[in-house]
Nanobody, 119 residues
């Protein structure tokens, strides 16, 4: 029911900033909690930031104070503003949307966007 497309990744230097976007096609995901995850080479996928239906946010300790997640339900987009990027942040970043309506098990993933931080 929902297709997610990530964009905004690229090659940057340490200390630079990037803004990732997760766009949902079709129906609005206003009833979905949306999270950004990342997966570095040889490592498991990990949660970076999460935003609820009401806009409450959670962040991994490693990015707290550096990353900001936000949503625009009218545009069916969720953004991840990444500041003060470090080399260890290099990874493929994925968007995930989970329907929070009672009785719904829908869970969707995008294909990811590459973020490379190189000195």
């Amino acid at each position: 029911q929902v297709q997610l497309v990530e964009s905004g990744g690229g090659l940057v230097q340490p200390g630079d900033s990037l803004r990732l976007s997760c766009a949902a096609s079709g129906r609005t995901f206003s009833t979905y909690a949306v999270g950004w995850y990342r997966q570095a080479p040889g490592k498991q996928r990990e949660l970076v930031a999460l935003i609820s239906i009401g806009g409450s946010t959670n962040y991994a300790d490693s990015v707290k104070g550096r990353f900001t997640i936000s949503r625009d339900n009218a545009k069916n987009t969720v953004a991840l503003q990444m500041n003060s990027l470090k080399h260890e942040y290099t990874a493929v970043y994925y968007c995930n949307a989970k329907n929070m309506v009672a009785g719904t098990m829908a869970n969707y993933w995008g294909q990811g966007t590459q973020v490379t931080v190189s000195s």
